[in-house]
């Protein structure tokens, strides 16, 4: 693995494809933090398993476990499916595992964000945050692709969405957050995602999941179909915070243009009713900085938006809400080449993400 | 990777080549161990970069590291060579690494003996040595190849040689120990080896190095260098104890058949004169079960026989004696399509073995 510096994959002629794009594969890591997964982690361990099968009916899943749990993760899941040894601090692949570029001869090259635990010491959500930070290059020398360092930049996988063709769409609360690069202008910030990216557009949506606890990462609340499509998480409820939230989105995304001048096709996809946590689930937490995780009553950042294309199939959550079948069926006729597959991801939500959040394609 | 326990490898048209047929690649472990690598590692890790890097020159090396070593492994290995993070309680990839077996297809699989640190309880050289037994079925895993449990039965890769047409070449001193497999008979541990590396003849070979702490593995006294024809350890010195052990051996070979019914040809490689472990060094390795773990003036099993294959070298130990060039060019004439490379290893020796004990062939 050869660690580049000196270059951008933008100067190199690579591009982060669209996830709708073929897939060579797919990381995930397996669960074991308690003050992120109720009960030892046990429930989520499960709907993990569930997850990297689904994704593993079209292409090849790496497993990333510690080697406490190496043994579980292997005793858990099919034998097509590879489990390797790496250590981290928490689950969540699509934030921290490198964000994958090609060039027109198909050479994959890795891209090796900073990650500070979603805003580090300001508002970041555990601490240390170290072997998170160090996945990326190891999962590129892992594959044997060079990396680009870009560790003095914040990034999560999570809080961008591409379409290949030169867009990327990210929000503001996230990107433009005092927790990760508040020494740099927006345009600044622009011209690192244009160049590690290679788009030449940025979508900037306000806001995303009310309590997200990410900032509000972009893929809660809005994705890329195809190229200029987009679903967005759509309450009608007024009453709700997520109303105006949702709304402002869609204004900005109805005023917005592509990379490619194209005006940008919003479908509305209904967000489930209210989750919160209940007494029961807090009391299977570990605290964390001293403090609970998680209180009763607090309210989950649900949203269908946060599933996984895979070269076959949609991946995506269901949270026992009447909602789960509107929302399959919309994202079924999106994806008509595609078998949705809809996984009960409560066990997922309590750990503060979901189906996107904790797989990162490998192209 | 699929476990396989219900079969052998003989029984599905597996054998293990041998060492120098061709290699996909080559797995080594960075070394960290304080009580095995004086003052911290720092001179065996030159040296076990040496020895990366000159494999490197014609097969692809995986080093594995800890989480904790694996950026320094980075930092000191060249980009071309492949770190992966995995734990292991030392660095012997060739005693824990998987034993590969291939059919005609030329399918791979790996087989996964036990291992319980050279003797278990009985005489074991550490305690633990679970992270080591579990590299095996990690590394399958890694390389997305089956594997065959037999973890059952206790052996190290650096214990056994095989000629790829039917032959193993063992020591009794090291299959026969007490510390090993002290349930079997001789003709039960030979059904295991003749089932699980498809051979027909095992050469019983009486002893191994003098003062080898691994209850004299075979690989430091005698390889193969083709079908039909050994290098032997050897001394003329009669006042030395090796003397008689390596005339045992000689006189051993000199009246054996291989499975093909061939004499075996025995090349005498000299040994260089006894290495004795000084003061200093042994005040630079920590204590290992409340005992130092070398004492000053001790002998170590310093042999020229302890050297790699790789598709284009021979990558042998030199330990500063007269003797470093006699052994070379004879091993330069033995393999005339190989160039050897010859590696300074009183750094690798210290530790308790040598080049071929800290590497492991993939095929």
Redesign the interface.
């Known amino acids: 693995?050869?660690?580049i510096t000196e270059s951008t994959p933008a100067a190199d002629g690579f591009r982060m494809p669209g996830e709708f794009e073929p897939h060579r594969g797919c990381i995930m890591i397996f669960p074991e933090r308690a003050d992120s997964w109720q009960y030892g982690g046990y429930a989520a361990r499960k709907a993990f398993v569930q997850v990297a099968e689904a994704i593993a009916r079209s292409e090849k899943v790496t497993v990333c476990a510690s080697?406490a749990q190496?043994?579980n993760a292997?005793a858990m899941l099919p034998?097509w499916i590879?489990?390797?040894?790496?250590?981290s601090n928490d689950a969540w692949a699509r934030d921290y595992a490198p964000t994958f570029v090609k060039n027109e001869e198909g050479e994959v090259r890795g891209v090796d964000w900073g990650f500070n635990a979603w805003g580090g010491l300001q508002d970041g959500l555990y601490f240390p945050w170290d072997?998170d930070n160090?996945m990326a290059?190891?999962l590129c020398?892992?594959l044997?692709v060079?990396v680009y360092d870009k560790r003095d930049f914040i990034l999560e996988g999570g809080s961008i969405h591409v379409d290949g063709e030169g867009t990327c769409m990210v929000t503001e609360a996230c990107l433009l957050s005092e927790g990760r690069n508040p020494e740099l202008t927006r345009e600044q910030i622009e011209a690192v995602l244009c160049a590690y990216l290679n788009v030449s557009k940025i979508l900037w949506l306000p806001c995303g999941i009310y309590q997200d606890e990410t900032n509000e990462h972009v893929d809660n609340i809005c994705a890329f179909v195809k190229p200029g499509e987009v679903v967005l998480a759509w309450t009608e409820d007024r009453d709700d915070v997520q109303y105006e939230m949702s709304k402002a989105c869609l204004s900005y995304l109805e005023k917005a243009v592509d990379a490619k001048g194209r005006r940008i096709k919003v479908h509305k996809l209904p967000l489930p009713k209210p989750v919160t946590v209940t007494a029961e689930e807090c009391a299977g937490l570990d605290a964390c900085w001293d403090a609970p995780t998680r209180t009763p009553g607090e309210r989950l950042a649900a949203s269908y938006v946060n599933f996984y294309i895979s070269n076959e199939n949609i991946v995506m959550p269901g949270f026992g809400d009447p909602a789960d079948e509107q929302a399959k069926e919309i994202l079924q006729a999106l994806f008509p080449e595609r078998e949705v597959v809809q996984i009960y991801a409560r066990d997922i939500l309590i750990g503060g993400g979901n189906i996107h959040c904790i797989t990162q394609q490998v192209i």
């Not at 590879?82 to 250590?87: A, I, P, Q």
């Open positions: 693995m050869r660690r080697d190496y043994d292997r034998p590879r489990v390797v040894e790496m250590s072997k160090r290059r190891k020398d892992l044997d060079d």
